[in-house]
């Protein structure tokens, strides 16, 4: 899968508001999918590295040798999920808005690793 096909695949998750690949070393985005005026993905995705970054950060301080599965924060009306893609060495991850009435949190979880494991060497 490609990383169009892996946005597009992660936008029919229900609930889904928007989608992006970023680099959380860089703070670019890869690519994105869907937000408007509702979110700013590309601003979302740029942000959201300093939450990668700083979870990084904290496992080595607290000598943690384990890898971050996922990342949830919960809004009053949204869910935003941030998975960091295993065979890029933490390097990169999907960012997932959700609409938080009308999402699953289980299965969105479920669906981005299977987009995960999908999605082609990046």
């Known amino acids: 899968m490609n990383i ?14 928007g989608v992006a690949l ?6 670019m985005s890869l690519g994105f999918l869907g937000g408007g005026r509702q979110l700013d993905l590309e601003v979302a995705a740029a942000a959201n590295t300093e ?6 950060r904290a496992l080595a301080a607290l000598s943690i040798d384990d890898a971050i599965e996922d ?15 295993a065979r890029s060495r ?9 609409d938080r009435s009308r999402a699953n949190l289980a299965l969105a979880r479920h669906g981005l690793k299977r987009i995960e494991a999908a999605l082609d060497e990046v």
């Open 90 to 98: 933490g390097s990169l991850f999907l960012y997932l808005a959700l």
């Open 22 to 27: 970023a680099d959380y070393e860089s703070g």
């Open 71 to 85: 990342v949830l924060i919960t809004l009053g009306t949204q869910y935003h999920l941030i998975r960091p893609l």
């Open 51 to 56: 939450v990668v970054r700083a979870k990084v």
């Open 4 to 17: 169009d096909d892996a946005l597009k695949d992660a936008m029919a998750i229900d609930g889904a508001i």
